[in-house]
């Protein structure tokens, strides 16, 4: 089936330190794929989308390319600030009946410190 | 309205009642989800419509949990005869299409506890 794998958090890093957070994922076909965030006491936002292969999507200092040769979407920021303290969610879309419906990772959680 | 709006916000019930949870979203939006997220997890797919119609069913853990959409906006996720394993936070996400790269908008979710 379709789904995606996040490294287990939390990430903890000081302010301006490079952030990695893999993501590798298990589809049929050529999936979108996409990052979440969730800001404490907030709902899950898009940060970034990806729609194709080889595709880079960027938002906010944050980067993701998709890359079919390893089915990964790795989120990377090279500067991280304290404001990025968040859960990230890694999703890419299923097919259902003509639609596509997001389907979810566990969540990473990052924490930053001043 | 400017986002998906969820209500209640935080909801106790008691083992065995009956609950209804109601998402408002993006006006115009045509497709509309919901989720189940426990704690420390990601989102777990209920259900899914495209505009009334009630396409994608597949997540609904048992037959106590129904989703209605009549009119194609509004919303009511109910579960019936709750059970503690039910505590979780329910979030709806509207749609503006269907498409593959599709951005989907969430509500702040509606936090279930039942006790």
């Known amino acids: 089936g379709n789904s995606v794998t996040q490294m287990e958090g939390p990430v903890t890093l000081s302010e301006e330190a490079f952030l990695t957070i893999n993501c590798t994922y298990t589809a049929t076909g050529y999936p979108s794929l996409f990052w979440y965030v969730q800001y404490p006491g907030e709902g899950l936002q898009l940060l970034l989308k990806?729609?194709?292969?080889?595709d880079k999507g960027s938002n906010k200092g944050f980067e993701a390319t998709y890359r079919k040769e390893t089915t990964s979407f790795h989120l990377e920021k090279g500067s991280v600030q304290v404001s990025d303290s968040a859960v990230y969610f890694c999703?890419?879309?299923?097919?259902?009946?003509?639609?596509?419906?997001?389907?979810f990772g566990r969540g990473t959680s990052l924490i930053v410190h001043p | 309205g400017a986002g998906v709006s969820q209500s209640p916000r935080y909801k106790v019930a008691k083992r065995g009642q009956d609950v209804a949870l109601r998402c408002d979203p993006i006006?115009?939006?045509?497709?509309l989800f919901w989720y189940q997220q426990a704690l420390g997890q990601g989102p777990e797919f209920l259900t899914y419509?495209?505009?009334?119609?009630?396409?994608?069913k597949s997540g609904l853990p048992s037959d106590r949990f129904f989703a209605e959409r009549p009119e194609g906006s509004v919303s009511t996720l109910k579960i019936q005869r709750t059970q503690q394993e039910d505590s979780a936070v329910y979030l709806c996400?509207?749609?503006?299409?269907?498409?593959?790269?599709?951005?989907?908008?969430f509500g702040e979710g509606s936090w279930l506890t039942v006790v």
């Open positions: 999703a890419l879309s299923r097919s259902s009946g003509g639609s596509y419906i997001p389907t």
């Open positions: 419509f495209q505009n009334e119609a009630q396409l994608d």
């Open positions: 990806a729609t194709k292969a080889d």
């Open positions: 996400a509207s749609s503006a299409d269907r498409g593959k790269g599709n951005t989907i908008y």
């Open positions: 006006s115009g939006h045509v497709s």
